[in-house]
């Protein structure tokens, strides 16, 4: 069975840091195109980063550029997503999934992790 548990998020000011990880099972890790997805309150689901399966190529939506950083572990079957500069607007629920940025939306999805970034 393929799951996908995401952990790491919660409350933090703005300006904050944040490392989401998530923990892959049931299927072979590194052999996946893997993605962050996000969905702020009220919108829909908004991909923010993809890694490719070696890990050698990687993309950002513009909004996190230079703040966010996406990496793997293939050995640890684990995916992560260093925060920095955290933004009020980067308040979501905080998703990984399989696929690039456009078939993320046919793959599988984690629970998600709430990320709040407040005052």
């Known amino acids: 069975e393929v799951q996908l548990v995401e952990s790491g998020g919660g409350l933090v000011q703005p300006g904050g840091s944040l490392r989401l990880s998530c923990a892959a099972s049931?299927?072979?890790?590194?052999?996946?195109?893997m993605s962050w997805v996000r969905q702020a309150p009220g919108k829909g689901p908004e991909w923010v980063s993809t890694?490719?399966?070696?890990?050698?190529?990687?993309y950002y939506t513009d909004s996190v550029k230079g703040r966010f950083t996406i990496s793997r572990d293939n050995a640890k079957n684990t995916l992560y997503l260093q925060m920095n500069s955290l933004k009020p607007e980067d308040t979501a629920v905080y998703y990984c999934?399989?696929?690039?940025?456009?078939?993320?939306?046919?793959?599988?999805w984690g629970q998600g992790t709430q990320v709040t970034v407040s005052s």
């Open positions: 890694i490719n399966s070696g890990g050698k190529w990687i």
């Open positions: 049931g299927f072979i890790f590194g052999s996946y195109d």
């Open positions: 999934a399989t696929g690039d940025s456009r078939s993320y939306v046919k793959g599988r």
